[in-house]
């Protein structure tokens, strides 16, 4: 046998392990669009090489609003499937029975592919949302006692304080006469106390809006450059995008969030070197999540490297900040347009703050909030912050009662799930939090109801989340009136999590004229604020309005409805406008 014959047989027998693996990927394939048949679809004809990506609706209200229609009309369906390209085949799941199915077992797992939650890993590394298997497992252990309620209680003092630079900051702005964005005051609080509580990091620089802090700059660009690409299909190569403008853009922003880390957690290694060596006392007010990642011990005595800690601060300043700015934003949302609700909420934190005699909610006072813990309940259902999760099947499961196989994606729209009509009613769109005391919604299956998923894989921050947002709300409430803008509607954003472009805007004086009132106890209506006598009305210039007017981004595309023949729309014609507009007073 020569070298000849050598090289034929070499081609013979890769010829055939080609063949061998593309007569398995067809078998494969042919499969997964057998059981995708089960599965009714989300449109009625898909492409060939794009699948149905390019008539998807997109991550805005009327995304939204289609994920409703579908859910309306496959009520009793596992989901409905979408395909991404030829070979993706992807179930947008909007049934508590499927969820059930999914969150409960551990057939499935993240999946970690561009556009899922890959896109981040450069920016958060494979912290706790972007592992799994054994990794996952072991932080989660050793990261769950960071969330005890032991450690959960002194960050209630800092809430407060932070509530406190936000209420000074918001008075401020009132100061000035005019409208202003309240969102953004709101996530440089929530983020403040993110890293007050997390990481011990006090800077009074991160709440001040005008010369914006480094840290929090390079946060918000690398949330908008994760937008971009995951919508940019050649940008979906790691190769390519590191060689784009945008791509060195985002590294750039990687490596300054990285090393703002790694400074803090030398700081404290070097710190509790020096207390060990010299047997000082700790000045630190409070044990916080740095101590506990540095001193978690597995069952073997190991503990998480520098870089381990390093993705797991990134991922929980990622994983808690626009969640928590996005709830709070809806809850003053809310309450600004059920002015019932919001004297409710006020009368019970004044008469608390009244038996304390203090300005400050405690501990024990969080307990106390009901009224604004049915407000936050239901806040959650109707402007549920992650809007969507999506998990990968690994084995072959039945959900629903239907066969799904490995590899088909799984997008679980928890937004759409809080607003199926089956579940919630004919009123599913309509704030109510009493809906929560009724018996029918106290009976619900535990899954029907997921701001926070549910299963193994659920929100470790919940708690820390809820606490922040009822503190802050409660003390603005107590301290502001918040109203609706007629004026100004704010435009909604699902992205990766559900947040708004002027949400919460306009703090206006209920005289409607523009003028900006500080104080708890406004009754202006002619003219000059009782609190604040300096602050005459001006006439309203329409020019000082900076905020965008709804726009056709929630105008139902009437063309892409008949093309693909999708169902009526059940929602009332405006349902948004019920949603969107918000305005504030003192
Ligand atoms: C209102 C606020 C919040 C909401 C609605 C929320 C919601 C969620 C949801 C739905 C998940 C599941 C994600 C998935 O399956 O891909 C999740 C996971 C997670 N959340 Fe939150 N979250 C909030 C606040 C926070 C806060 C404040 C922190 C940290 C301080 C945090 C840290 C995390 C982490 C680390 C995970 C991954 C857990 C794991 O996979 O083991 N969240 N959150």
Known sequence: MNVTHVIYALIVIFGLLLMKSLLSKCQTLRALYKSMEQVPSAFPKSHILFGNVHQHPGLNAEGLKWYLRLAHT???????????????AIVAIFNHLSIRDILNTDTTEKPMIIPGYEIVVPWIGHGLLTSNGPKWFRNRRLL????????????????????????????RNCDTGKSFDVTELIGLATLDSLLRC??????????????????????????RLSIKRAFNIF????????LSSDGRLFRKYCDYVHQFAEDLIKQRRDAQMLEASTEGESTKKHLDFLDIMLSARDDDSNGLSDEEIRHQVDTFLFAGHDTTTSAVCWTLHSLAGNQVWQDKVREEVSNILASTGSDEITWEDVGKLTTLSLVVKEVLRMHTPAVAISRIVKEKMMVNGVEILPDTLLDLRLYTL????????????????????????????PFAYVPFSAGSRNCIGKNFALNELKVITARLIHKFRFEIDEDNQPIYKPEIVMSCKGACDSMRCSCKKQD?????????RKGVCENCPTHQHDDVDESDNE????DDTITPNVEDQEENELPENPLPDNWMNQLVKVDAII
């Open 74 to 88: 496959w009520k009793d369906a596992v989901g409905v499937k979408v395909w991404a390209g030829p070979f993706q």
């Open 144 to 171: 769950t006692p960071a969330f005890h309620f032991g450690v959960l209680k002194p960050y209630v003092k800092i809430y407060n304080e932070v509530a406190t630079i936000l209420s000074t900051n918001l008075n």
């Open 198 to 223: 997390l990481v011990s990091y006090e800077d009074d620089a991160i709440q001040q809006t005008k010369g914006i802090h480094p840290y929090v700059y390079a946060l918000e660009e690398l949330g």
């Open 235 to 242: 940008h979906y190569s790691d190769t390519i995008y590191n």
């Open 418 to 445: 809080h607003h199926n009509k089956k579940t919630w009613g004919d009123d599913a769109m309509e704030f109510k939090p009493e809906r929560f005391l009724t018996k029918e919604v106290q009976q619900l299956d």
């Open 516 to 524: 900006l009132i500080c104080g708890s106890s406004c009754k202006c």
């Open 547 to 550: 905020f965008e007017p709804v």
